[in-house]
């Protein structure tokens, strides 16, 4: 994978990371939780975040005139503590609406 961007924002919201791999662009949320007393890392991704992210995907896509390659979405999750972080990389967490 190739990084394009890092912490990308605009006005609809901010994507963590943009990535090539191969022809597919992958916008990659990343979220860590120390507990799971407010929900899991995978929980904070809500529908809302998910609609905020795709919005901000769409528009980095339109200002990089990248209109016909493929998307995915992927989530990257630590939780536990900086000794035994635990990491998960979900690909296709979900998908565009």
Known sequence: MTCLARNFRCRQGEIDLVMKEGDTI????????????????????????????????????????????????DVITLSGNEDRARIRWIRDAFMAG
């Open 26 to 73: 992958v916008f990659v949320e990343v979220r860590a939780r120390r507990g799971t007393r407010y929900g899991s890392a995978e929980e904070s991704i809500d529908w809302r975040k998910q609609r905020k992210i795709v919005a901000t995907a769409r528009h980095f896509l339109h200002i990089r005139r990248l209109y016909s390659c493929a998307v995915r979405f």
